[in-house]
């Protein structure tokens, strides 16, 4: 007997279970950047490609959930958020899984040298840009908590404290990118010119990694806001 | 009448068990819904809900039930036209309660959420507009009936919007929301005590306090129906004291503890939803027999007053009982574990509210549709961003059910009434 009834088909999937499930493999990806970077400056290149599968398969199964969640986000669907910022979000994230797995390709093919004077603050930036996708994850994992409470009172307040931490930290993301091209503008004309030009791109990349993570925070705060 | 006097006991044999089958599809489908929000929301397993249903459904039914049976049996029909012709009264409800069932077994194999109140106002006005004469329905009553479809989802959306909005007001804004859950969470059940013992005594047991003399004012009626509420709301707080703080659930769920209160709130939301059910929706399949037993036990007379006889009430209260034992159950397993979005907090919001609405209906002697209601009141705390996601699509598919319903219904009930005509006329 076809079974359909009101009541039960009522309820939808809810989004905020997958999209929190997306976001967790995302930060898999993105945390796996200080092993790999580790690897590489070690010379270490077997291993940085046995961590560049990793990301990638990571990256494929994020693509794959992107896909799911889009695929069970009909306009019908009527939710306590706005459909659109929930596909903004799902989007920002995805990104930066994407971002992770291009810096590390690049670097993995070209078996980039990282200068020894930039190493260490290299790294640093690296651990910087990676916490902020940490912190958009700790806001993006309090939806429940918000849902629960209809998005309302302290639990607004405090994801929107999460989201300035947040802000803050991609600030200071930024410094230490400054400090570091300004680091690699002293020593370019001692390197080849393509090696510093694509440098020069993994480092756009990595911040680019904590400004998705900074459009994240942005976009769910206008989710709350609603 | 001849008919009556020869066939007197036969008819009333099939009235008995077309309402049994009636009453089975309430049972089934309809107690089903409405018990399985909590379920659903884990405040009750599969068994107590069946237990809660079974009391609350007859207690709502014997209690509150005797305005929606009375307009079922004589308010949708012009009685006065029946006069001369009781046995179309009598082939008529037959034929009424066999279409209502026909249509409902037929809407839940295609599996569209059809509700047995529209059926059988559907094949009441079906029979006597098409069998008898346009004139023989009373169309005012019919519209309002039509109008209060419409009213009441979003009288309960209102309702459960406003009751979600109270417990984020309340309890869920503040820094201490388990402690003030145990605080507050009182106050919601002597509203449901209030106003269940409220409906029961202001239209329910009207007759009773008469028979035994007593007669009470409004103001009475309101401080006995309070002290009812504070006998609730006492039992209440008993069981909330026994829920204690585990924080070792908070760490995955900051609001676990919570929601372990308003699971207790929720035991008595399932069982004023019970209540509000069977003081509705038994009349579906009461209403039409009671109007066959008596115009058959009268030998035909319609006007004659006659207590309804204990045992139709009965009979409707097993056939409900038997159908959620039978195929109920199963339903309340799907729905339960289909919505597992709903928590507690939202779940006893949702119920209360469509609840309030039913009985609310129940002391107006408006039947209307306890599923249908209980969306709207979904569709409310959904309003009040209470929910992760509600299929709108559902309510399209509600909408063109109460189109189909009311010709579908009547048709049927048209051809069951010219078949009994040809038969025994």
């Known amino acids: 007997m076809a079974f359909s009834n009101p009541i039960s088909d009522l309820f939808g999937k809810s989004p905020i279970k997958p999209l929190q499930e997306h976001m967790s493999l995302v930060v898999k990806c993105s945390s796996q950047l200080t092993p790999f970077f580790d690897a590489a400056i070690a010379n270490q290149w077997e291993q940085a490609s046995d961590i ?17 969640f889009r695929l069970n986000m009909p306009k019908s669907l009527f939710m ?3 459909r659109s910022d929930l596909l903004g979000i799902l989007a920002h994230q995805d990104s930066i899984a994407n971002l992770s797995k291009d810096i590390c390709g690049i670097v993995l093919g070209r078996k980039m040298d990282i200068p020894k004077s930039l190493q260490a603050d290299f790294l640093g930036f690296i651990k910087s840009a990676i916490q902020t996708s940490e912190q958009a994850l700790k806001a993006i994992n309090e939806l429940d908590e918000l849902l629960e409470t209809g998005f309302v009172g302290q639990e607004v307040k405090f994801v929107q404290k999460l989201i300035r931490e947040l802000d803050a930290q991609e600030h200071r993301v930024d410094k230490k990118e400054r400090k570091l091209r300004l680091g690699l503008f002293k020593i370019e004309h001692d390197l080849p010119p393509i090696h510093v030009m694509f440098l020069y791109n993994v480092i756009d990349n990595i911040g680019e990694v904590a400004d998705t993570a900074e459009r994240v925070g942005n976009r769910l705060e206008l989710l709350i806001a609603k | 009448m001849e008919l009556f006097t020869e066939y007197g006991t036969l008819l009333i044999i099939l009235a008995g068990m077309f309402g049994f089958f009636m009453a089975w599809g309430v049972g089934a489908n309809d107690v089903a819904n409405a018990m399985g929000t909590s379920v659903g929301s884990k405040a009750l397993t599969i068994k107590q809900a069946i237990l809660i249903a079974m009391v609350f459904e007859f207690a709502g039914a014997y209690l509150a039930g005797g305005e929606v049976t009375s307009t079922i049996r004589k308010g949708i029909v012009d009685t006065a036209i029946f006069a001369e012709q009781p046995d179309y009264l009598v082939f008529g409800m037959l034929s009424a309660l066999l279409a209502a069932g026909t249509w409902l077994m037929i809407a839940s194999i295609m599996g569209w959420p059809v509700s047995t109140t529209h059926s059988i106002v559907g094949s009441i006005v079906g029979f006597a507009a098409v069998g008898v004469s346009v004139d023989a329905v009373n169309w005012d009553k019919v519209s309002t009936i039509v109008a209060s479809w419409v009213v009441s989802p ?10 979600f909005r109270s417990v984020q007001r309340l309890i869920l804004i503040h820094d201490n929301p388990f402690e003030r859950a145990k605080k507050y969470v009182p106050f919601y059940m002597f509203a449901v005590g209030f106003l269940m013992a409220m409906v029961t005594m202001l239209k329910g047991l009207k007759h009773v306090f008469k028979d035994i003399g007593v007669q009470l004012n409004f103001s009475e009626t309101a401080v006995l129906a309070a002290i009812f509420g504070l006998l609730v709301a006492f039992l209440g ?14 760490v995955n769920d900051r609001f676990a503890n919570v929601e372990r209160v308003f699971a207790v709130l929720m035991i008595f939301t399932a069982c004023s939803m019970a ?15 009671a109007a066959v037993v008596n115009v058959v036990s009268s030998g035909g007379d319609i006007a004659a007053k006659s207590a309804m006889p204990g045992w139709i009430l009965l009979l409707g209260g097993a056939g409900i009982v038997v159908g959620l034992a039978t195929y109920g159950f199963k ?10 979005e709903l928590t507690p907090s939202r779940g006893f919001a949702a119920e209360l509210g469509a609840a309030a609405t039913v009985v609310l209906a129940s002391g107006t002697g408006l039947p209307i549709s306890t599923t249908h209601t209980l969306v709207g009141a979904v569709l409310g705390v959904g309003m009040a961003r209470g929910i992760g996601a509600l299929n709108l699509r559902m309510v399209g598919a509600i909408f063109v059910s109460w189109v189909v319903t009311l010709p579908a219904g009547a048709a049927l009930s048209i051809l069951f009434f010219f078949f009994f005509k040809g038969v025994f006329g």
Do not use: W
């Open chain 2, 154 to 163: 979003v009288l309960a959306g209102t309702i459960s919007f406003a009751l």
């Open chain 2, 275 to 289: 209540f509000a059910h069977g003081s509705n929706d038994v009349a579906n399949a009461v209403g039409p027999l």
């Open chain 1, 80 to 82: 306590p958020v706005s």
């Open chain 1, 52 to 68: 560049f599968d990793s990301i990638s398969k990571d990256e494929d199964h994020a693509d794959e959930l992107k896909k799911q």
């Open chain 2, 331 to 340: 339903v309340m397993g799907t729905i339960g574990r289909k919505i597992t």
């Open chain 2, 237 to 250: 707080t008993y069981l909330l004291s026994k829920v204690k703080r585990d924080e070792s659930l908070e």
